[in-house]
């Protein structure tokens, strides 16, 4: 079984930076999908970044320029490093981990990222 665990969150100001990290242990499956999701009440949760294996990146439109997701696969962790943030980026921030081999999803716990205006 996988289990994910993540850092970072926090109150920062508008502009400001916030860096996210979500370690996995557990038995990993070396190809996988590491990502992050966010959540503001009363909406859906939606895609911020992804990051394969083999080094394929996607960004939710709402952060490209802004957001960089990275990786340690030495250390199973996944990095969200958050550039100028704005308070509609204010949400609760969900690491996922996705397995494609066997068609395996696990989700964090979540941690909140607050940004004041």
């Known amino acids: 079984q996988v289990h994910l665990v993540e850092s970072g969150g926090g109150l920062v100001q508008d502009g400001g930076s916030l860096r996210l990290s979500c370690a996995a242990s557990g038995s990993i499956i070396r190809l996988n999908v590491m990502g992050w999701y966010r959540q503001a009440p009363g909406k859906e949760r939606e895609l911020v970044a992804t990051?394969?294996?083999?080094?394929?990146?996607h960004y939710g439109d709402s952060v490209k320029g802004r957001f960089t997701i990275s990786r340690d696969d030495a250390r199973n962790t996944v990095y969200l490093q958050m550039n100028k943030l704005k308070p509609e980026d204010t949400a609760v921030y969900y690491c996922?981990?996705?397995?494609?081999?066997?068609?395996?999803?696990?989700w964090g716990q979540g941690t909140q990222v607050t940004v004041s205006s």
């Open positions: 990051l394969e294996s083999i080094g394929i990146t």
């Open positions: 996922r981990l996705f397995l494609p081999t066997i068609s395996l999803i696990y």
